[in-house]
C-alpha cells in the first residue's frame, strides 16, 4: 500500500513502549500497557504523498501517527491536518463502514498500525483505549455538525444543513 512496514522483535517492542509513552493519545498509560500497546502494533514508515486512508474503501486498519503530519481530505477538499499524537481510520473500524475521508501524508511520517484484529484486541483488553477512542469519535461528530452547520449559515439556510448535508471531518 504505501511505505514500509516492520514486524518487531522484543527489542523493538520494548523501544518502541518507550517511545510510546511519549505520544499523546497514550499519556498515562503505565509502561506494561503501553508494551502491550507495542505488541499488537506494526510500525509504518510513510513518505510525503502516500495515501493513507482512501475514501469510500472498506477500513481494515487504522493508525496512530508518531512523527509527521497527514492532511484529510473529503470530496477532495483539504479539511484537516493531523499530526502527532492523533489516531485516524478508527471511526471504519468501530462503525463497520467505509472511509470518510482520504489521508494522505503531507511530510514523511512514522505511524503504528492497527489491523482490525489488534484494534479490537486493544479496545477490549484496554477501556482507557475504548474511552479515548470513543471521545475522539464523539469530538469528531460535535466538529462534524457545528462545521456542516457553520456552512448552512454561511449559505444563508436558516434551517441548518439536512443530516446527508454533513461532510465528516474524519478518517475513519
Do not use: W
Not at 45 to 65: M, N, P, S, W
Not at 142 to 153: C, I, P, Q
Not at 158 to 167: C, I, R
Amino acid at each position: 500500500m504505501f511505505g514500509k512496514r516492520n514486524q518487531l522483535d522484543t527489542d523493538q517492542i520494548d523501544a518502541l513502549a518507550i517511545t510510546l509513552g511519549g505520544v499523546a493519545f497514550f499519556d498515562g498509560f503505565s509502561p506494561t500497557e503501553l508494551g502491550r500497546v507495542a505488541q499488537l502494533a506494526e510500525e509504518v514508515d510513510a513518505e510525503k504523498g502516500a495515501l493513507l486512508i482512501d475514501q469510500g474503501r472498506v477500513g481494515t486498519e487504522c493508525f496512530v501517527i508518531l512523527d509527521g503530519e497527514a492532511g484529510v481530505y473529503f470530496g477532495g477538499e483539504h479539511i484537516a491536518t493531523l499530526g502527532p499524537g492523533s489516531m485516524v481510520g478508527e471511526m471504519a473500524l468501530v462503525e463497520h463502514r467505509p472511509r470518510n475521508a482520504s489521508v494522505l501524508a503531507e511530510t514523511s511520517m512514522k505511524l503504528i498500525a492497527f489491523d482490525m484484529r489488534s484494534f479490537k484486541t486493544l479496545l477490549q483488553e484496554m477501556p482507557e483505549v475504548h474511552r479515548r477512542v470513543m471521545a475522539t469519535l464523539v469530538e469528531r461528530v460535535n466538529r462534524n455538525t457545528g462545521a456542516a452547520s457553520d456552512r448552512a449559515a454561511a449559505e444563508g439556510d436558516p434551517d441548518g444543513p439536512a443530516s446527508e448535508d454533513l461532510g465528516p471531518v474524519d478518517a475513519g
